[in-house]
């Protein structure tokens, strides 16, 4: 059986990305862990059903979207049969044989999806030429949105604004920057979250030169919320730290703002060495840094490797 | 500037892939060592030009074709600039930054060429969509005959026969199975050749966890002038062996008797246990071997990885 999977602790775009290339590849889109409420609200929107949380890659064929990093995976990964990998990051995984692997550097793993389905390339990667229906279409739109902070990331190329245009229409919304807004906002709902939930709601482990860096980001367009809870977010930091840890960080993404507050534990040294910055304490306000993938993770895996 | 290369001691598909996507990338073929006689014999039959020598990734813009593995690509490959991979086997290569991957498990790189050509996908890639000429579609229908070793080789695919037949079609190559044959045995003139020459003809390295591992490889339809050499041959590995390695395996394929006597130089225990064999001194023969990424590399990995 064919499982199509994002990453652990999902985002908008792994849990809309595995919903849609599971039905053109007639296989089960699966989860690795709870929703968050961005997500809760995309598939409300749209009425589809959250995928299957699943634990083990035993006995599975599995095909890997919006990550290919071993330890965002399942941890049983090497017990399954990988078949694949749709992707929009750096490539983090090894294989002992050939797979299918598509990848571009564009705003989201939906984006890479919208092209192949637009260009009808489903076939390509051995899907059926069916037509995109509007709830899925918005699954789509809803993850490049989310994913490029509504094209306010550096992540975000052409490409994600024009696919953004041609979904919008297909799923019957008027106005993207309206949505996207009313989305971002459900994201936002973490006052109402215990300190530990805000933390992992979009929490990334990487392993750089044999050292784990574990990086937490919360985007949010009323910072005030998290702001009070700053002092407990920094305590379950600390607790995580514990699980073996050199550093870890976590980014309060002010999306009005475009820059991020930067919560460092662990070795701190690394990162003011890998971003050429001076702590105050524990953090720093890093003005236009919005994305993990291409503002955080390239810089501290080159001072990792060095 | 952008370059197209292939692997280090390079075979017809790292060469012909090359050519035909730096057409349509409107990039540089480059090689990185010497033509083998059956790539030679290629590009004299389409008449094209043999692709540009080039030492180092400093300045360039660089797509990998036919590899993913740093230890069979530029020794500075992280002065340049990766920006994408189209290949057809295992991963072997993690990156910094996102770019652009395209790989699927099918003969041949220029399968993987050959369908993104004939689905009109070569925009998807950054590409124009040119026309194919007939001397490019001769070298892509070489580099399949070649790599699937006239489609004998488990690692051939239903694909690989459909888009060989279309190809054949636009080069005017009325008989892909004697044309296959002319092309074979313009790569097996190893009657000419010394022994360093046969082992470095095909001949790749891995890092199977730290363990440096050569294992070279030679097609031939009449096995008699390789076997006349074979002693020489095992000297030139244990020369080889020298440089740092835990083992050489080296491949001595019959095509006509689809499979492969392999010569073993340094830890025989691996390669006995690797693939459930016993070794008559130094070497062995392999029934229906004839697939180095297929069938020798996966065991092999896997034994390291223990």
């Given amino acids: 059986m064919l499982y199509i999977t994002g990453h652990k602790n999902p985002d908008t775009d792994s849990i809309c990305s595995a919903i849609v290339l599971a039905h053109f590849l007639d296989g089960a889109p699966a989860r690795l862990g709870e929703l968050n409420p961005e997500t809760e609200f995309v598939l409300k ?19 890997l979207v919006d990550h290919a990093e071993k330890s965002q995976s399942l941890d049983d990964l090497d017990d ?5 990998i749709i ?4 490539i983090g995984i090894t294989t002992s044989e050939p797979i299918l692997y598509i990848a571009k550097p564009v705003g989201s793993t939906a984006t890479v999806i919208s092209e192949l389905y637009f260009r009808g390339m489903m076939e390509f990667i051995g899907g059926k030429n069916k037509e995109l229906k509007p709830d899925l279409a918005g699954l789509l739109l809803s993850a490049i949105l989310s994913d490029t902070i509504l094209f306010k990331s550096v992540t975000t190329t052409d490409i ?17 920057y309206a949505y996207g807004m009313e989305m971002l906002k459900a994201k936002s709902t973490v006052g109402s979250m215990d300190p ?23 985007e949010v367009i009323d910072v005030s919320e998290v702001e009070a809870k700053k002092q407990d977010i920094y305590k379950a930091l600390e607790e995580k730290f514990k699980e073996g840890y050199d550093l870890i960080l976590f980014l309060i993404t002010d999306i009005m703002k475009e820059g991020s507050e930067v919560l460092v534990v662990g070795n701190k040294e690394a990162f003011e060495k890998a971003f050429n910055v001076k702590l105050n304490n524990n953090s720093i306000f890093l003005d236009g840094v919005m994305s ?15």
Wanted: negative net charge; proline residues 4%; aromatic residues 8%.
């Fill in 45 to 63: 929107k749209f009425g589809v059903m959250e995928p299957e949380l699943i634990k083990s890659a035993k006995d599975k064929e599995i095909i």
């Fill in 80 to 84: 399954g049969k990988l078949i694949g």
């Fill in 87 to 90: 992707d929009h990051h750096k």
């Fill in 160 to 176: 994600d604004r024009e696919l953004a245009e041609k979904l919008a229409e297909i799923a019957g919304i008027n106005d993207i």
């Fill in 196 to 218: 530990e939930e805000i933390v992992n709601m979009d929490y990334k482990d990487f392993e750089f030169n044999g050292k784990k860096v574990g990086i937490g980001q919360v």
């Fill in 292 to 306: 993990r993938k291409k503002q955080v993770v390239p810089p501290l895996e080159k001072y990792y490797m060095q």
